[in-house]
């Protein structure tokens, strides 16, 4: 199987698995399940919408990552951009829907004229996001690196291949 | 093996390790405090004793650990003014190992007739219960925290 088909092949399943399975979500959810989440507060339709959205982009770095040679400039800038796409929907959906909280969320519902407040601290899984996601680029970097090295070599073999022929024939 | 390569197997066990970590948190979170909610897992109740004037709010659960990982359950009590200051408040907390089950009780005295006072004034008084679920070295939590009034405003 080639690269490009590779890359095509990834892009549905990316497709299918972050922007069709949320948005049909709430279809597939019993309805009580659904009213229970909306009178806490938490807007999920808003938070499966968020994740399709960034699944789409997360679906084009995929396919265009198939299409650039392994050795540009441009791979190693897909595969970071894809690394960054990926922690952004980890930070959305420990978040419940907002990013800005880093993993802290805050639910309160009002109940018989009390008020019902959940404090959900996942910081942890946001940091551990980051930290992976930092080590992801530095291993693209690196095979970036080595992507080079290879092409440098293989070109130097060829090259000399090519002035051995050369010289064979003007003897 | 290239560097890139052992990067690769570093980032793939650590991958595992989180998603792991973070369902086994999850589980065990949401079982116990399912378990305290659907169950009569945690009773709140209120005695007065009109002779002496006294009223003490008991809280008595009995939680059930049935994740895979150690869990701390912290209950609260406390009595509120508006601008969330504290009138009386006690709390206690427990270990829960997996599969553990034990009981939790908690009685926090009334200061009735500083409540009293504060709702004659027309002031309102809260009554705060919170509970809070730690797992995984106290990194990861849930907490929850219930305000009812006491009382009517005048």
Do not use: C
């Not at chain 1, 990316?14 to 807007?43: E, H």
């Not at chain 1, 595969?79 to 929907?89: D, F, K, R, Y």
């Not at chain 1, 899984?125 to 970036?144: D, K, Y």
């Not at chain 2, 378990?35 to 005695?47: D, F, K, R, T």
């Amino acid at each position: 199987m080639s690269r490009k088909t590779g890359a095509v092949i990834s892009a549905v399943i990316t497709l299918a698995i972050f922007v069709v399975l949320p948005l049909y979500l709430p279809d597939l959810l019993p309805p009580d399940m659904m009213l229970m989440v909306s009178n806490m507060g938490f807007d999920l339709e808003g938070l499966l919408s968020q994740i399709a959205t960034i699944g789409v982009v997360m679906a084009l770095i995929t396919l265009l990552k198939g299409f650039v040679e392994r050795t540009s400039v441009a791979y190693l800038i897909l595969s970071a951009g894809s690394s960054i796409v990926t922690l952004m929907i980890i930070i959305q959906s420990v978040g419940l829907g907002d990013m800005q909280n880093m993993g802290v969320t805050t639910i309160s519902l009002e109940v018989e004229g009390g008020v019902n407040t959940a404090v959900i601290d996942m910081r942890l899984f946001v940091q551990l996001a980051i930290a992976l996601v930092a080590l992801q680029i530095l291993q693209s970097i690196l095979e970036f690196r080595d992507a080079r090295v290879e092409e440098g070599r293989r070109q130097l073999v060829h090259d000399s291949t090519m002035r051995a022929t050369v010289e064979n024939r003007a003897d | 093996m290239k560097p890139s390569k052992a990067l690769g197997a570093v980032i793939l066990v650590l991958q595992l390790a989180s998603v792991l970590a973070f369902g086994l948190a999850v589980h065990a979170m949401v079982d116990v405090s399912m378990n305290m909610a659907q169950s009569e897992a945690l009773v709140i109740e209120m005695e007065m004793d009109e002779a002496s004037g006294q009223a003490v709010v008991r809280t008595a659960a009995n939680p059930r650990n049935g994740g895979l990982l150690g869990l701390d359950i912290e209950i609260s009590l406390g009595i509120t003014d508006d601008d969330d200051n504290f009138l009386a408040s006690d709390s206690t907390q427990l270990h829960l190992e997996p599969g553990e089950e034990k009981a939790l009780t908690l009685a926090l005295q009334l200061p009735v007739w500083e409540i009293q006072e504060r709702m004659f004034r027309g002031e309102e008084v809260f009554l705060d219960l919170e509970l809070k679920f730690r797992t995984l070295y106290d990194l990861v939590s849930v907490k929850n925290v219930m305000k009812l009034p006491l009382g009517e405003q005048r």
